[in-house]
């Protein structure tokens, strides 16, 4: 029952690095979604994504970019990072959007990403 | 502005006490959801309440969606250890929106 796996778990970067997030489900959900989580803060969503092929943004889509190739991956980018994107970054699933099917949402365990 | 509220931020109490932790909104939802979060894991949905004044129990924990939809409430009775952790509301304003997360709650059950 892997339901929702992120690599890597932790990871270090330095100013202006680039880095790739993954994220995994083998549910077969249709929506995926990456969000950030800073203390205060509650949840953030920075992109998301109603299938394979499709993105779009969320509430703080600046400085990442995404991609959908699978079905089953959703990946997270950083082109240069800054130091404002340290944080917790949690990838979630489901089976439909917001409340249509009432269904919840699936989280992976975060990678925590610290920028020096 | 947040849309969803959540209070109080932080909490600690001792255990077998009981609790009532809030969330609320200006804005009318079509559904909330109440997830548990607990340190270095991903939020566990604990319950999704869709009618206006519904009432929820998941054993000691009761869940209720306020009769105008704009809030709700999770109260614990007999408060334990392993009910530490942080509680999210989410909800969305539409059916096919995307959920919005409120802050949470942090709880901490002393032993």
């Known amino acids: 029952n892997a339901g929702v796996t992120q690599t890597p778990k932790f990871r270090v970067l330095k100013t202006g690095q680039s880095m790739t997030l993954l994220c995994a489900q083998d549910m077969n959900h249709e929506y995926m979604y990456w969000y950030r989580q800073d203390p205060g803060m509650g949840l953030r969503l920075i992109h998301y994504?109603?299938?394979?092929?499709?993105?779009a943004k969320g509430e703080v889509p600046d400085g990442y970019n995404v991609s959908r190739l699978k079905k089953q991956n959703f990946l997270l980018g950083l082109e240069s990072a800054a130091p404002s994107q340290t944080s917790v970054y949690f990838c979630?699933?489901?089976?439909?959007?917001?409340?249509?099917?009432?269904?919840?949402?699936?989280f992976g365990d975060g990678t925590r990403l610290s920028i020096l | 502005t947040q849309l969803l509220e959540q209070s109080p931020q932080f909490l600690s109490i001792q255990e077998g006490e009981n609790l009532t932790v809030y969330c609320n909104s200006s804005s009318v939802f079509s559904s909330l959801q109440w997830y548990r979060q607990e340190p270095g894991e991903g939020p566990v949905l604990l319950v999704t309440v869709v009618t206006g004044g519904e009432v929820k129990k998941l054993k000691r924990l009761t869940f209720q969606f306020g009769d105008a939809r704009k809030d709700s409430s999770l109260h614990i009775t007999a408060a334990q250890p392993g009910d530490t952790g942080l509680y999210l509301c989410?909800?969305?304003?539409?059916?096919?929106?995307?959920?919005?997360f409120g802050k949470g709650t942090r709880l901490h059950i002393l032993p």
């Open positions: 989410a909800g969305a304003l539409n059916r096919d929106d995307k959920i919005i």
């Open positions: 994504s109603v299938g394979e092929g499709t993105t």
């Open positions: 979630a699933s489901s089976i439909g959007q917001g409340l249509r099917s009432n269904q919840p949402q699936h």
